[in-house]
Nanobody, 126 residues
């Protein structure tokens, strides 16, 4: 079992930055691919970024490439999402998820995730 808790969300002006954290319980955290998703009001949950178990590989959804950076610290059981140059369309609840051990090198679907956090809200004002 892995329990995930996100933090770091909040209200920020367009062009600003936030860093989200996702802390996991359980000794097997380092074995998992970790994935960030987001869900805006009235929309489906969508893939944002993924990082391999070692942290050596990452993959991003096109709209966040060059603005968001995913990283992890396996010693601290934590994965991060650094979000820069935020836009109003980035407004959403952001969720981290643990997706097994297979690194696909592409986006992940929600169906492929084994564990989920409860999310943290990011609001970007224009």
């Amino acid at each position: 079992q892995v329990q995930l808790v996100e933090s770091g969300g909040g209200l920020v002006q367009a062009g600003g930055s936030l860093r989200l954290s996702c802390t996991a319980s359980g000794r097997t955290f380092s074995r998992y691919v970790m994935v960030w998703f987001r869900q805006a009001p009235g929309k489906e949950r969508e893939f944002v970024a993924a990082i391999s178990w070692s942290g050596g590989s990452t993959y991003y959804e096109d709209s966040v490439k060059g603005r968001f950076t995913v990283s992890r610290d396996n010693a601290e059981n934590t994965v991060y999402l650094q979000m820069n140059s935020l836009r109003p369309e980035d407004t959403a609840s952001y969720y981290c998820a643990a997706g097994g051990t297979y690194w696909s090198g592409r986006s992940y679907s929600t169906d492929a995730m084994n564990y989920w956090g409860k999310g943290t809200l990011v609001t970007v004002s224009s």
